[in-house]
């Protein structure tokens, strides 16, 4: 038990490094391509949930991806709406239940946004933008696992009015890194570690499993879902 406690943490502090140190390349991107304004906030031409797969899960064009791995999809006149990630619902698998925010509350980017409820515990997620919540998905609260299979489509969680939408997409992956993103993430979790992970991590088809934070720690696997979702 000694010897797996050590692993676990060593893979924690892994990530956490390496979050950091795409970050810090994030930072430098920007700075060398000059005015650091992030990802364009209105992105055109919808495309659908299967349009790419990167490091294994699915990443649409038409979303920008928060840290937390949450992302948003925006729409006319500043209105965002915001769900979790195939990696986020990949990470859980499934959920007895969703928590989320108040028509006419206010969210914060990099806030608790939401929750998920399983096995007795409880999971939150950041949101990935601010502004005042308009519209909840009352079909997702009703049937939690539509957010798992199609979480960029009728998985959306909620929607928001957002008055600081450009400052906000500052804090997002910059769309060219969306892959590096992705397969840092993929890294941590299955790659060069001892023991291995890969094999039980995927299925036939090479996509992640459902559940990936079981198979990888099926004591603590709450916690290896904090990690990731930045609310540790």
Do not use: C
Not at 17 to 35: E, K, P, Q, T, V
Not at 106 to 135: A, C, N, Y
């Amino acid at each position: 038990m000694i010897i797996l406690e050590h692993i676990y943490h060593a893979r924690q502090a892994e990530y956490i490094i390496a979050l950091l140190g795409l970050f810090g390349f994030i930072a430098f991107w920007r700075l060398l391509n000059g005015s650091g304004a992030g990802p364009e906030p209105v992105m055109k031409g919808a495309v659908s949930f299967s349009d790419r797969l990167l490091a294994g899960f699915h990443a649409p064009r038409d979303v920008m991806f928060h840290p937390g791995h949450a992302w948003a999809r925006v729409g006319s006149s500043d209105t965002v709406t915001v769900g979790m990630d195939d990696f986020a619902a990949k990470l859980l698998g499934s959920a007895d239940s969703i928590s989320l925010p108040k028509l006419g509350s206010k969210v914060k980017q990099g806030s608790l946004g939401w929750g998920f409820k399983t096995d007795s515990r409880v999971i939150h997620m950041l949101s990935p933008v601010e502004g005042e919540v308009i519209e909840v998905n009352e079909a997702v609260v009703g049937s939690p696992g539509s957010a798992f299979e199609d979480p960029y489509g009728s998985g959306w969680l909620f929607k928001v009015k957002s008055a600081n939408l450009t400052s906000n997409t500052k804090n997002m992956i910059p769309g060219e890194m969306v892959g590096e993103w992705f397969e840092t993430i993929r890294r941590n979790l299955s790659g060069s570690g001892s023991p291995p992970l890969g094999a039980p991590m995927y299925a036939d088809g090479g996509e992640p499993i459902g559940g990936i934070a079981r198979v990888v720690d099926p004591q603590r696997w709450d916690e290896l879902a904090r990690e990731f979702f930045l609310t540790k």
